[in-house]
């Protein structure tokens, strides 16, 4: 049996050894205080897309051919257009830019590559009323002869005119009037391609100057930028594109494009820089 001043050590030694542990977990508890450096705001990076999708922009290569026969008549790669006789100095062979869902290619292909990731190939078949269209019989009309003449045309078998909005091919002569075909040359006939997605976009500011590009062609690519600040789309442009065929249209269409890829933005204003000309000198002599 413990004499009372035995039990008043004990019960001094336990509240403090409560206390001890009431501090421990306390400490335990307690938020770590930052450092004085502070932590630093990583930029939000944008989703890298794999995989083709509704609205994605993606760079594709194709060949396309007619089912019947083989006749490559359309591609982008300058390999397959020599080989096939397809081959024009003014044209650029490159990847070609594609917004799923903006009917920039025939709508069934663009369809058809919902679902592909970079580097696939996919064989897609296009039946006429899709493509070329079907052979329309009142599309074949007579014309007389002298009319065609009027407008340029020689009038021979085979010839092919511009009349009015439409072009077409004189299938017939007969006597003061011809036969023209106004239906298209591949109307009837099935379309095969073969297309390959190089690149999927996926950065706001690469896509918007993809669509610089598709719109202004000649432009260099190191002379022009894109932004997105807020809800405010900048894109820059140089002085000289002002000089580039249908300019004024393209301008249009880059802010109809850039609202449609930028779905936050209110606005866009396409800045254009006039430098000063450097004051001409004049030879003292």
Do not use: C
Request: charge should be positive; charged fraction near 35%; hydrophobic fraction near 35%.
């Amino acid at each position: 049996m413990m004499t009372e001043k035995e039990s008043a050590e004990k019960a001094k030694k336990e509240t403090a050894s409560t206390k001890s542990e009431k501090t421990t977990e306390k400490n335990a508890t307690k938020p770590k205080a930052k450092s004085s450096g502070g932590s630093k705001k990583t930029a939000k990076k944008a989703k890298v897309e794999t995989v083709v999708r509704e609205n994605s922009l993606v760079y594709v290569d194709y060949v396309g051919r007619t089912k019947d026969d083989g006749e490559v008549f359309d591609t982008t790669l300058e390999d397959v257009a020599r080989e096939n006789g397809l081959y024009k100095e003014d044209s650029k062979y490159e990847p070609y830019l594609v917004a799923i869902g903006w009917n920039w290619l025939l709508p069934i292909l663009e369809k058809a590559m919902i679902g592909m990731a970079v580097g696939e190939t996919k064989t897609i078949e296009v039946p006429p009323e899709e493509g070329p269209g079907v052979r329309k019989p009142e599309l074949v009309k007579k014309i007389p002869l002298v009319k065609i003449r009027k407008r340029g045309a020689r009038g021979y078998k085979g010839e092919e005119i511009t009349f009015g909005n439409e072009k077409g091919v004189i299938t017939h002569v007969l006597g003061r009037t011809v036969l023209v075909d106004f239906n298209n040359p591949m109307a009837d006939k099935t379309w095969v391609f073969d297309v390959t997605v190089k690149e999927i976009l996926s950065n706001d500011e690469d896509k918007l100057k993809a669509i610089i590009k598709r719109r202004l062609p000649g432009l260099p690519e190191d002379e022009y930028s894109a932004k997105v600040t807020g809800k405010t789309v900048t894109i820059e442009l140089p002085w000289r594109g002002r000089y580039l065929e249908h300019a004024n249209y393209a301008d249009i269409g880059i802010a109809q494009d850039a609202l449609k890829i930028v779905e936050k933005a209110k606005e866009v204003k396409i800045v254009i820089t006039w430098p000063r000309p450097e004051p001409q000198t004049t030879d003292a002599s």
